[in-house]
Nanobody, 111 residues
Framework: VQLVESGGGLIQPGGSLRLSCAAS????????MSWVRQAPGKGLEWVSS????????YYIESVKGRFTISRSNAKNTLYLQMNNLKPEDTAVYYC?????WGQGTQVTVSS
């Protein structure tokens, strides 16, 4: 299993970023996928999940209305569209399936 995140960066408050997670080594369309983040000095925090077909999406309360999770089973790719970013969204964002994790992508929200 390989999960490769991309799309992070430094962004000003109120800005937007789109994270991607390219998956390989398993049948992507058979698995629920998740995004999890870790802020500096803090533990892992679940952010969002999406079911196999993309019809059911779940979010932590603090990102509802700002983040949108999606997937392309044709491209074996998971996405996280992040709008109206806040400094408290600063974290390393990880793609997760079962016990597998990507290397993470850093998102820094700062003016």
């Amino acid at each position: 299993v390989q999960l490769v995140e991309s799309g992070g960066g430094l962004i000003q408050p109120g800005g937007s970023l789109r994270l991607s997670c390219a998956a390989s080594g398993f049948t992507f369309s058979n698995y629920q996928m998740s995004w999890v983040r870790q802020a500096p000095g803090k533990g892992l925090e679940w952010v969002s999940s999406i079911n196999t077909e993309g019809a059911k999406k779940y979010y932590i309360e603090s990102v509802k209305g700002r983040f949108t999770i999606s997937r392309s089973n044709a491209k074996n790719t998971l996405y996280l569209q992040m709008n109206n970013l806040k400094p408290e969204d600063t974290a390393v964002y990880y793609c997760n399936v079962d016990q597998y994790w990507g290397q993470g992508t850093q998102v820094t929200v700062s003016s």
